[in-house]
């Protein structure tokens, strides 16, 4: 198991990465790869130390970002039984077919 590296947030705003707070349960992407015309920015209706919200839309893959969490739990030491399924448990599936084979006995058949 491999000691996690811990970042202030004033540290992981200048470093390019997933990070998870596990107390919030709050996610942060910091990806500088994209570029916003600075001219946007030199009206004056924005202060230099203000966050611009650019989007409510999560740019994010989920299924990549599921995989990046589950392979950091992983190599973190959880183990399989308690990472999150993407199925419904067979239990629950064999439960809902008997239940439906039950309601099938109840039924009068008609003869021809």
Known sequence: MSN???FQL???TIRPGTYFNPQTEIMIVVD??????HEIFET???EGDEWVLISED???DEPK????VERFQISHGASPDSLPEDDI????DEDDDQDELDGVDDLELEPE
């Open 4 to 6: 996690a590296r811990r």
């Open 10 to 12: 004033d540290e992981i």
């Open 32 to 37: 500088d790869s994209p570029e916003v015309d």
């Open 44 to 46: 004056g209706e924005f």
């Open 58 to 60: 999560s740019p994010l």
């Open 65 to 68: 970002r599921d995989e990046l």
């Open 89 to 92: 448990d067979d239990e629950d």
